[in-house]
């Protein structure tokens, strides 16, 4: 993924303000900011560290952490959630000194993700204080950078294809067994067992035959179903009964991970469907790129299934 790109960072009223555009799908943003081994990773101005110690991300929950600076000296850090609207937005207050108000908006933008950041203070004064004293503005774009270059690490694989045939068709294509058995694995390989139960955690649970006998069995379990415009769901694999699977069971490398985002979107244009497919599988995994060639083949042959019924 390219690097994210900063828009505006300013101060204006008793505010701190940034946004900035990060070339990573909104789920994916929004894990950095909401899963504690995630936000370890990047979370305060270069050189800084931070360990966690609680992370409760609803409306009341906490999160405890300790920042460590260059110079070894180390900042408690208590935060406050009073609003979680997944995927969208955190609004939450700081403390213990100085204390603000914070809302960390997640808006998405073709696959990418605008993050706005507003900091609150009580006053001017206070938030002038701050900048000066603390670096905040400087602060809080060099934050935002060290979470481009960990989604950069984290980058996913997206891939977008139009269909000639509605987004109901193309959605009911992804979604009903029927269908899915006739085109859900890469080239030469075929599907000889599906079911779906569409619903937020429904188990989507498949078989996956290589040409030499091979089976692969897999599961996804879904986060969002939005007929006929959106699809998430976390994606494993598993054994015959459903269960999670370790990857090495398959093959798979060590680093690869155990439960892996995919979010499809269906999208209405000029009489057909734009379907992006969006699958947070790691640069760092050697399978990546053997995942990306996959799904490339499905989508192939997802056109020849349609085209086979005349939709495409």
Same mark, same amino acid.
């Given at each position: 993924m390219n690097t994210a790109t900063m828009d505006v960072t300013s101060m204006t009223g008793r505010e701190i303000t940034a946004v900035r555009l990060f070339d990573a799908p909104r789920e994916l943003v929004w894990k950095a900011w909401t899963d504690p081994e995630s936000i370890s990773r990047w979370w305060g101005p270069n050189g800084f560290t931070t360990t966690t110690s609680e992370m409760d991300v609803r409306p009341g929950g906490r999160w405890l952490h300790v920042m460590r600076g260059p110079d070894g000296r180390e900042y408690p850090n208590e935060i406050v959630y009073a609003e979680v609207v997944r995927p969208e937005r955190l609004v939450y207050d700081h403390g213990p000194a100085p204390r603000f108000h914070v809302t960390v908006t997640f808006e998405e933008q073709g696959g990418r993700t605008r993050v706005g950041v507003v900091m609150l203070f009580e006053s001017a004064a206070l938030r002038d204080k701050v900048a000066k004293e603390y670096?905040?503005?400087?602060?809080?774009?060099? #934050?935002?950078?060290?979470?481009?270059?960990? @989604?950069?690490?984290?980058?996913?694989?997206?891939?977008?294809? !139009?269909?000639?045939a509605p987004p109901e068709t193309v959605f009911d294509a992804w979604t009903q067994p029927e269908h899915?058995?006739?085109?859900?694995?890469?080239?030469?390989? #075929?599907?000889?067992?599906?079911?779906?139960? @569409?619903?937020?955690?429904?188990?989507?649970?498949?078989?996956? !035959?290589?040409?030499?006998?091979?089976?692969?069995?897999?599961r996804g379990v879904y986060r969002e179903v939005v007929r006929p415009e959106r699809l998430v769901y976390l994606d494993s694999f598993a054994d015959e009964q459903g269960n999670i699977a370790e990857p090495a069971r398959y093959g798979m490398s060590a680093a690869h991970p155990r439960e892996t985002l995919v979010t499809v979107t269906f999208h209405a244009e000029n009489g057909g469907t734009e379907v992006t497919l969006v699958h947070a599988v790691p640069a760092t995994v050697p399978e990546r790129s053997g995942a990306r060639q996959g799904w490339s083949e499905m989508f192939d042959r997802l056109g020849e299934e349609l085209g086979a019924r005349g939709l495409n």
């Open positions: 670096g905040a503005v400087e602060g809080l774009q060099q #934050t935002l950078a060290r979470l481009a270059d960990q @989604l950069t690490s984290e980058a996913a694989i997206v891939l977008t294809r !139009r269909f000639d899915l058995m006739r085109w859900f694995a890469p080239k030469g390989f #075929t599907t000889p067992f599906c079911t779906v139960d @569409l619903r937020v955690g429904g188990l989507f649970h498949f078989c996956m !035959r290589s040409p030499d006998g091979t089976e692969f069995w897999a």
